[in-house]
């Protein structure tokens, strides 16, 4: 039976010396069963971990993968930091805004995609770096994106 | 205790000599030069250096430091921007980073004249701007609650309001949001920031970004008076400066004693003050009149229809007092009516001497290493400087035990006779714990106890005497009880028996008026003589109103719950004569000579009270006497007992909240800080009854019921409830609860 | 590749799984060290002259030295192991988390026991998600293997912050606030995590551990470029190469060596007009210092700094203003704003480089531009202030002709063909839409 989050929290708070450690996993936990971090995240991690939700929205907003406005079912995000910049970034980002319909920063109309452009994500050697969902493809380049569209959308 | 190792540090070419540890802006000070700060503020904790407006030189590093963060070291060499063109250069930067996005609001904005930013940047900061980018801009002012204003534009982010919402008061509500430039100060969703301590962040704001919504566009800096009194709302006396404009008082801001109250003050005490314009204040006599309800007359029909009652009634008179009459009101009452054979006087609760064998300052909590408090109401309701004084000491690194229903050791209402009991007793841990640390501290807060006495015989039993560190506290629920009390006393050595019939209720104060156990006993009386400030409370069931002040109009003494004699000082004249006056003149009827100066009662008194202490060296930051030595032996009582709940009852647990009283009542801005229709239960009983928070839910006992919200205390104890007085109507101890 | 310390053993071979680790050897260096005193284990490090590998250089034995011996501090000691790699240009960690987890895991354990620890927080970048898998999974099995002998491993993932990469920021992430760097003093080895000791170290760092216990500090310090910068690095090679990628070296190869040896040279034939090393927070070189080797001092001399092994080859593609810009943008998002200058100094060098490379600026703002970066300099209360004023200030003094170039003809002389043209930041975004809104 799965657990409800109160108790998915209480578990990883219980493995740190001070409990208000747990507050970047439990808002983890909240975001992946929301799809983000509404308002009502932020009262249930605040109740789990007895702290207030001020306090815990305070803490969401200081970090970019905590989303605070609804964002779509997948999440593609392009680095666009100076050494994927230095190999075509920029294209690769326009060249996905044209093929998922999509402007940069913003959620499809369907709810599926949200674009992102983000700072250095790590793996330089390989430009350009595109996270689907976080998880990572390398040497993307422009005219790599039509056949990497057509593979998110189930083609 | 040893003194502490001195070190010498050069500040700008002076030489100083300062206790090893002492911060460098303190140095800087003992130097006689300014290290200029915005984030710095040592009661919200460790400096955190964010601002950078405190970069000096220290010789030998070479980089800038922030003096806050350093402390002085022997042999240390600072220069500041005095002396060092770097630390100039430094602190220039920091205030033109800081100017480059605040908005030129100095016209229209409260601060100004009182503004560090300002006086910063005349001394240290750049003439005028280099930048031509627009400004960041936000909304402005958005109230973040009805006492409070946040401009965002102002805000230098300084942190110091969002560290004192989490470090200082706990309420974690007022946060930082955001990252970088983006970062901004926020509640949670649009929330007012609803805490007892909120006020503060207002004096703590070092520019106009947190403005009090009372005093805007109210006054600037150079057309005020400032005048120094003492808050007597709650038994703490927080020390205050009333600032007051044309005759008006525009705001209360604190005045720092540093035993007392640290320079913090409770919303209460802040914001309260417009009670003074209450639209329904009384300011002149009322009489009743048969079937025309009441009218006012002239004073000396007043003072005419006072004597005839005073006459009448003889000596079967009762006094109710309310125990927030400054001793020198209390005793100028006593002498008139004990001097008319009425010796009878009730007061809200008991009051004893036995814990000045105990006395310590509020500050040494701070101090202590173990702190144990008993009783069944928060002490943050009934003295919420008090549990400042506790968080600190949590801080501190003290131990901090609660006995009680909400407590860290959970404890049946009532209980607190028994925890005593229970601590005196050989073997018992906690017991033997505080007999043997060097500095303890008790601390009882709520119904019972005696007045203190219970807490004494606590503090005898566990060797408290003798050893210096070691102090209890007892918490009344009135803020000048002790003082009332013992000035009634003082009135005279005669005894007298309750009067029966009643004759003559003599109501004095709003409290006392809206005491439910006056009511009744004025149901009783004959005839009823009433001095309260507003028209709601006894104006209707009385037969002679007077017109009450506050103690903002007040001279005189109050006695706070550490024993200690402080000075209120009239800050306005009030609508109506003062009470002494109209006493001194009634008095003279009866052949009575009474004073209507506080100074020459308080002279009365003094060899009696107070050790002979002159009125005027009660003084600006009043000092507390030294403890006495323990009376005769006080005996430990065993507990009254108090039904138990019986599984399905549960025990109602009634509380008297902060935000409540005449006062706060007639205050609009406070009404959200007023407590909500709620009921208090422990997450077991909610979940038996299968109660979700927000739940509306029947409470019900013998004959009434009400309706109310639930809310989930997962600290309180399972078989207990708590309900705010003004909520709990007629409600029995024990209580059903069903959800709806 | 020969003479790999870190990342030995990794080539053909699956060293994620527990059984290919120990078949080449692995965990035999923690077998050593738990039958060494832990001071020992110090001397050894302190032999080696390991200096730590994220970018302050600071030498680890002498750190670990720092931490209080046991019964010395009422409070109990940790371990931090720095895994939120996000200094632009550098991607050693995610390969080494990747491809020898087990020897990261090793590491920690040896250290550990050096600073007779019990608790060992592993923040990892929350992005690595993968790498966090590949960690997870190899401390399962090592924890079924009963290897962390009663020492409790967490892996904490972060959540997207790059100020989180600075040790006093981590620990407030750690504990579950804001990452803000702390004021220092107080240390870390005397208050960090929880206000107890901690030590705190960077990935490679931690996994050139075990080689130096089993080998010994000596060895160690026998391969590199001298006392001062032994052993090897992973370097990161990217930006306008052939071959871009992480290469374990000796310490003192030198740019020419990485670049072309190793990197394949430029690309498409173009120029090199720039080198970046260290990461973005880095003043730049000049291709005339291609020969620079790769060690502590001879970076510095040269004018900046070895940081995380980090080079970036720009080629004439470039426009400088364009990377002054886009560094700047990275600092004014991964500001923490908790202090000043680095606050609003970030905010003004982005708007002023704007109005650059747009053409509208004027010769004084180009001053104005380096006032800024001077105010900011040494001012504020980390480094990553520095971080952004440094490297601004270097494209200035050293490209100062492109800069003026931009002032005079009043647009950008690349006239959009250059590489970072229209190159869209985070920051961006927020213009265009908040990410985040701000509450009316």
Redesign the interface.
């Known amino acids: 039976m799965q657990r409800s989050l109160y108790e998915e929290i209480r578990a990883v708070a219980v493995?740190?010396?001070?409990e208000?450690?747990?507050?970047?996993?439990a808002?983890?936990l909240a975001q992946e069963r929301y799809g983000w971090l509404p308002p009502a995240a932020f009262r249930e991690v605040a109740d789990a971990l007895d702290v207030t939700p001020a306090y815990c929205q305070?803490?969401a907003?200081?970090?970019?993968?905590?989303?605070?406005?609804p964002v779509g079912r997948r999440l593609v995000e392009v680095c666009?930091?100076?050494?994927c910049?230095?190999?075509?970034?920029?294209g690769v980002?326009e060249a996905l805004e044209s093929e998922l319909g999509v402007?940069?920063?913003?959620t499809s109309d369907d709810g599926e995609f949200t674009l992102?452009?983000?700072?250095?994500?790590?793996?330089?050697?390989?430009?350009t770096i595109v996270?689907i969902d976080?998880?990572?493809r390398e040497g993307v380049r422009a005219d790599d994106v039509p056949a990497l569209v057509t593979e998110l959308r189930g083609g | 205790m040893s003194a502490p190792e001195l070190v010498t540090v050069t500040v700008d070419g002076r030489a100083v000599q300062v206790p090893h540890g002492t911060g460098l802006v303190e140095t800087g000070l003992a130097a006689g030069v300014e290290i200029p700060v915005f984030c710095y503020e040592p009661r919200l904790g460790p400096?955190?250096?964010?601002?950078?407006?405190c970069?000096v030189e220290i010789e030998g590093m070479p980089?800038?430091q922030?003096g806050c963060?350093l402390v002085a070291q022997d042999g240390m060499v600072v220069s500041t921007a005095a002396t060092s063109k770097k630390a100039a250069?430094?602190q220039n930067?920091?205030l033109?980073?800081?100017l480059?996005?605040h908005p030129l609001d100095c016209p229209v904005c409260d601060k100004g004249g009182e503004c560090p930013l300002q006086d910063l940047t005349f001394r240290y900061g750049p003439g005028n701007t280099?930048?031509t980018?627009p400004k960041r801009t936000?909304?402005k002012p958005?109230p973040i609650s009805p006492t409070i204003a946040l401009d965002r534009e102002r805000c230098?982010?300084c942190?110091r309001c969002t560290r004192f919402s989490e470090t200082v008061s706990g309420d974690g509500q007022l946060v930082?949001?955001?990252?970088?430039?983006?970062?901004?100060i926020?509640t949670f969703?649009?929330e007012p920031y609803r805490a007892p301590f909120s006020g503060n962040v207002i004096e703590l704001c070092p520019v106009g970004a947190l403005t009090s919504t009372q005093y805007r566009f109210e006054a600037r800096p150079w057309e005020i008076q400032n005048v120094p009194t003492v808050c007597a709302l709650c038994p703490v006396g927080c020390n205050i400066s009333a600032t007051t404009r044309e005759g008006k008082v525009k705001r209360i801001i604190s005045r720092n004693h540093p035993e007392v109250d640290e320079g913090w003050l409770c919303d209460k005490g802040r914001f309260a003050f417009s009670h003074l314009r209450a639209p329904d204040r009384i300011t002149e006599p009322l009489r009743r009149v048969r079937r025309r309800g009441f009218a006012p007359v002239p004073w000396d029909e007043a003072l005419d229809e006072a004597e005839r009652l005073l006459r009448e009634a003889g000596d079967h008179i009762v006094t109710a007092l309310s125990g927030s009459e400054t001793i020198e009101g209390a005793y100028g009452l006593a002498r008139l009516l004990r001097g008319l054979g009425a010796h009878t006087a009730i007061l809200p609760e008991e009051t004893s001497d036995a814990l000045d064998a105990y006395r310590l300052p509020l500050s040494a909590i701070r101090a202590a290493e173990l702190v144990v408090v008993l009783g069944d109401e928060p002490v943050s309701e009934r003295a919420p400087v008090l549990d400042l004084w506790l968080r600190a000491a949590r801080r501190a690194g003290a131990e901090v035990v609660t006995c009680g229903p909400a407590g860290s050791t959970l404890a049946a209402p009532g209980a607190a006779a028994q925890v005593c009991l229970d601590l005196a007793a050989p073997g018992n841990e906690l017991g033997e714990r505080l007999r043997a640390a060097a500095r303890a501290i008790l601390v009882w807060s709520g119904p019972g106890g005696q007045g203190g006495a219970q807490l004494a015989a606590l503090a005898g039993a566990l060797g408290f005497a003798g050893r210096e560190g070691c102090g209890a506290f007892y918490v009344p629920a009135a803020p000048n009880a002790r003082g009332v009390a013992e000035a009634w006393s003082a009135a005279s050595d005669d005894e007298g028996s309750t009067p029966d019939p009643i004759k003559l209720l003599v109501v004095s104060g709003d409290e006392a008026a809206s005491n439910p156990h006056v009511r009744a006993l004025a149901e009783r009386a004959e005839s009823v003589l009433a001095v309260t400030m507003f028209q709601g409370l006894a104006v209707g069931w009385a037969d002679l109103v007077l017109p009450g002040t506050s103690y903002l109009e007040r001279d005189g003494t109050t006695m706070n719950l550490e024993g200690r004699v402080q000075r209120l000082r009239r800050t306005v004249t009030p609508p109506a004569p003062d009470e002494l006056a109209w006493l001194s003149q009634l008095a003279g009827r009866f052949g009575i000579e009474l004073s209507p100066h506080p100074a020459v009662l308080f002279a009365e008194l003094s060899p009696r009270l107070f050790g002979g202490l002159p009125f005027g060296e009660v003084g600006e930051r009043a000092s507390l006497r030294p403890r006495s030595a323990p009376a005769a032996e006080h005996r430990l009582e065993p507990p009254a007992l108090r039904r138990p709940g019986d599984g399905h009852r549960l025990q109602l647990l009634r509380y008297r909240p902060l935000f409540s009283g005449a006062a706060v009542e007639r205050v609009p801005e406070l009404q959200f800080q007023r407590p909500a229709r709620e009921v208090e239960l422990s997450a077991d009983d909610a979940e038996r009854r299968r109660i979700g928070p927000g739940d509306e839910v029947t409470v019900r006992s013998n004959g009434t019921s009400a309706t109310l919200r639930a809310r989930i205390d997962r600290r309180l104890a399972p078989g207990v409830v708590r309900i705010a007085d003004e909520h709990a109507g007629d409600l029995h101890q024990l209580v059903e609860v069903l959800k709806r | 590749m020969a003479d790999e310390i870190v990342l030995a053993g990794a080539e053909g071979r699956d060293l994620t799984k527990l059984s290919e680790f120990r078949a080449g050897g692995g965990y035999a260096a923690l077998a050593k060290a738990r039958g060494l005193e832990p001071a020992a284990v110090i001397e050894e490090l302190v032999a080696s002259n390991l200096r730590g590998r994220g970018g302050a250089g600071f030498p680890m034995g002498r750190k670990a030295g720092f931490i209080p011996k046991p019964g010395t501090n009422p409070n109990?000691t940790y371990l931090a192991v720095n895994a939120d790699?996000?200094?632009?240009?550098?991607?050693k960690?995610?390969e080494i988390m990747r491809r020898v987890p087990h020897r990261l895991i090793e590491g920690c354990l040896i250290t550990a026991h050096a600073i007779v620890s019990r608790?060992v927080f592993i923040y990892i970048?929350?992005?690595?998600?993968?790498e966090f898998e590949i960690l997870r999974a190899a401390l399962d099995e090592a924890r079924g293997a009963e290897l962390l002998g009663g020492v409790t491993v967490?892996l904490?993932?972060?959540?997207?912050?790059?100020i989180c990469g600075e040790e006093t920021a981590l620990l407030e992430?750690?504990?579950?606030?804001?990452?803000q760097p702390?004021?220092k003093?107080p240390f870390p080895a005397v208050s960090g995590l929880?206000a107890s000791p901690t030590l705190i170290n960077n990935v490679e760092t931690i996994a050139s551990v075990p080689a130096i216990v089993e080998r010994g500090g000596a060895w160690f310090a026998t391969i590199g470029a001298g006392p001062a910068s032994t052993g090897t690095r992973v370097f990161?090679?990217?930006?306008?190469v052939v071959r871009?990628?992480?290469y374990e070296l000796p310490m003192g190869a030198t740019i020419r060596e990485l670049v072309y040896d190793h990197g394949g040279g430029i690309a498409d034939g173009r120029e090199l007009k720039a080198i970046?090393p260290g990461g973005?927070s880095f003043p730049v070189l000049t291709p005339d210092q291609i020969d620079t080797p790769l060690d502590f001092d001879s970076v510095a001399e040269a004018g900046s700094a070895l940081g995380s092994g980090v080079v970036?080859a720009?080629?004439d593609r470039?426009c400088m203003v364009q990377?002054g810009l886009?560094?700047a943008q990275?600092y004014?998002?991964?500001?923490?704003?908790?202090?000043?200058?680095c606050?609003?100094?970030?905010?003004?060098m982005v708007?002023l480089l704007d109005k650059i490379e747009d053409g509208r600026a004027t010769h004084g703002e180009l001053d104005?531009l380096l006032d800024v970066c001077d105010?900011?300099l040494?001012?504020?209360?980390c480094p990553l202030g520095d971080a952004a004023a440094m490297p601004v200030a270097s494209y200035v003094d050293s490209f100062r002709d492109e800069f003026r170039e931009h002032v005079d003809a009043g647009s950008c002389p690349f006239g959009g063909s250059s590489?970072?043209?229209?190159?869209?930041?985070?920051v961006?975004?927020?213009s265009?839409?908040p990410?985040?809104?701000?509450?009316?």
């Open positions: 493995q740190y010396p001070d208000r450690s747990a507050v970047l996993p808002l983890r305070s803490v907003s200081f970090y970019d993968m905590f989303h605070l406005v666009t930091n100076i050494c910049g230095l190999e075509g970034a920029q980002l402007r940069v920063g913003e992102r452009a983000v700072e250095c994500l790590g793996g330089c050697g390989s430009p996270a976080n998880r990572y | 400096p955190v250096g964010a601002c950078r407006m970069l980089k800038l922030a963060t250069e430094g930067a920091t033109e980073f800081i480059v996005n280099r930048m980018f936000f909304d958005i230098i982010l942190y930082a949001s955001n990252r970088g430039a983006q970062s901004l926020t969703e649009d | 109990p790699e996000s200094e632009p240009g550098t991607f960690d995610r608790h970048r929350g992005e690595y998600l993968e967490v904490h993932r972060g959540a997207g912050a790059y992430s750690l504990e579950g606030q804001r990452g702390r004021s003093p929880y990161c090679l990217s930006g306008n871009g990628g992480n970046i973005s970036i720009i080629d470039c990377l886009r560094v990275f004014m998002h991964e500001s923490c704003g908790k202090c000043t200058p606050r609003e100094g970030t905010r003004w708007a104005l105010r900011i040494g001012k504020c209360l590489s970072l043209d229209r190159l869209l930041a985070p961006d975004q927020h265009l839409h990410t985040v809104e701000v509450p009316a």
